[in-house]
């Protein structure tokens, strides 16, 4: 089974602050994994994924295996990055697992 | 180019109705899934079509059912409505089957069972 966990429901931080949202899996096999981002009355978004090795709007993500951890940083947050933020598997069978999501606050 | 779309965006059905939620994903994408998202169970995985066939499903009751066209579109249906399938249903597409490229999704259907 497949298993996705962001242990934080709600982070906040202050603009220009580093950020760390954090994103555990459960999988057996080799994952795909992914970040995505919901903002304030949008609809759900691709971030990144861990195959492209892209940095997106400032925010990087390494996939550690032997952690089994793919945590979403970025080292200088700004007040549009908050958002709601999900970490996702995908086992390559036509199925993603989502994490709960984490609410991301950048105060002024 | 267009994103998915999602009709209706808004839906409300009394229990025992059944309903159909269409979505027509970017052009040039074969595989389109769909989710459930609620409070308190977060995106759950309904099933996922690529090229007309069903490749997977997730733990859902057999009310919960779609299909895929021949130009990509799909259509998801629940028959005999609980209150509790009130969530929103999304859609997302793929270039390739098996999500291994990520998604791009709809601003889903809000369906509400009273």
């Known amino acids: 089974a497949q298993r996705v966990t962001q242990p934080e429901k709600l982070l906040s931080v202050f603009k220009g602050a580093p950020v760390e949202l954090k994103c555990n899996y459960s999988y057996s096999g080799s994952p795909e994994l992914f970040w995505y981002v919901q903002y304030s009355r949008q609809r759900l978004q691709l971030l990144l994924r861990?195959?492209s090795r892209e940095s997106i709007k400032g925010f990087t993500a390494d996939l550690n295996k032997g952690e089994t951890s793919f945590h979403l940083k970025k080292p200088f947050a700004q007040e549009e990055d908050s958002a709601m933020y999900y970490c996702?598997?995908?086992?390559?069978?036509?199925?993603?697992?989502f994490g709960d999501g984490t609410t991301l606050t950048v105060k002024p | 180019k267009a994103g998915v779309t999602q009709t209706p965006r808004y839906l409300i059905k009394t229990r025992g109705q059944q309903v159909t939620l269409s979505c027509s994903p970017i052009?040039?994408?074969?595989?389109v899934s769909w989710y459930q998202q609620t409070p308190g169970q977060g995106l759950q995985f309904l099933f996922e079509?690529?090229?007309?066939?069903?490749?997977n499903k997730g733990n859902f009751p057999g009310r919960f059912s779609g299909r895929q066209f021949s130009n990509s579109r799909s259509e998801m249906n629940v028959s005999t409505l609980e209150l509790g399938d009130s969530a929103l249903y999304l859609c997302?597409?793929?270039?390739?089957?098996?999500?291994?490229?990520?998604?791009?999704f709809g601003s889903g259907t809000r369906l509400t069972v009273v």
């Open positions: 052009s040039g994408h074969r595989s």
């Open positions: 996702a598997l995908s086992s390559g069978a036509g199925k993603s697992t």
């Open positions: 997302a597409s793929s270039l390739a089957a098996g999500s291994v490229y990520g998604y791009t």
């Open positions: 861990h195959i």
């Open positions: 079509y690529f090229s007309e066939t069903q490749r």
